[in-house]
């Protein structure tokens, strides 16, 4: 089966704080690809990232950092010093290849308070 | 990067009338198109896969007849929520993707309100 959690449904933090958003997939598939998305209140989803299968690198994006680790199939999420326009939805995906259809987490919702 | 958009934005209906709603691939051919459907506070949950020139594969629990889905072309895919009700109200999210390619690229979302 195949399946994505995001455990945290809402988190709340000040702004300049560091937040992780945590991302669990289950696939039997060898090949798959993890995508974020923001989904800020306009509603139209935001691409962040992409990975697939094979590449465990982490990856930092300026304040944005993702941590893939097969071991424990974990997506994380990183936003560090968060400012107040980060306030959004975020969702983390699952594309298994056998299928060709993309699965979507419940969806973390993020406030950054001034 | 690669633009789909969707037409309308936003939509007030009747209860009873059918609304029909419009993805476009606007820089790319879509060979597949994705329709899905957001409740507030929830989840996108993906309604059907179209691919061009074929009928539309349904997700389990979703009707086909009330939600019909047409991809004509490699540019336009439609959904038309007919005899639609105040319970079909909703945020209806369309994505496309080329051929070959895993990526799929998401539209603006459509708001519908059944009154």
């Known amino acids: 089966a195949q399946k994505v959690t995001q455990a945290q449904t809402e988190i709340s933090v000040v702004e300049k704080e560091d937040v992780t958003l945590d991302c669990v997939y289950e696939?039997?598939?060898?090949?798959?690809?993890l995508f974020w998305y923001k989904q800020p209140p306009s509603g139209e989803l935001v691409f962040l990232i992409r990975?697939?299968?094979?590449?465990?690198q982490n990856e930092i994006s300026g304040r944005y950092s993702w941590n893939f680790q097969k071991s424990t199939s974990s997506f994380n999420f990183t936003i560090t010093a968060s400012q107040v326009v980060d306030s959004a939805v975020y969702f983390c995906a699952l594309l298994y290849t056998g299928g060709f259809k993309t699965i979507f987490g419940a969806g973390t919702r993020l406030f950054v308070k001034a | 990067g690669a633009v789909v958009s969707q037409h309308p934005s936003r939509v007030i209906c009747k209860s009873g009338t059918s609304v029909k709603i419009e993805c476009r691939s606007l820089?790319?051919?879509?060979?597949?198109m994705f329709w899905y459907r957001q409740f507030p506070k929830k989840s996108l949950m993906l309604m059907a896969t179209s691919n061009e020139g074929s009928k539309a594969t349904y997700e389990q629990g979703v009707e086909k007849d009330k939600f019909l889905i047409n991809h004509a072309s490699l540019t336009l895919s439609t959904l038309t929520v007919t005899s639609a009700h105040p319970e079909d109200s909703s945020f209806y999210i369309c994505?496309?993707?080329?051929?070959?390619?895993?990526?799929?690229?998401f539209g603006p979302g459509t708001r519908l309100t059944v009154t």
């Open positions: 994505s496309a993707r080329a051929l070959g390619d895993y990526e799929q690229y």
């Open positions: 990975r697939n299968s094979f590449d465990e």
């Open positions: 696939t039997r598939d060898t090949t798959y690809y």
């Open positions: 820089d790319f051919q879509a060979t597949t």
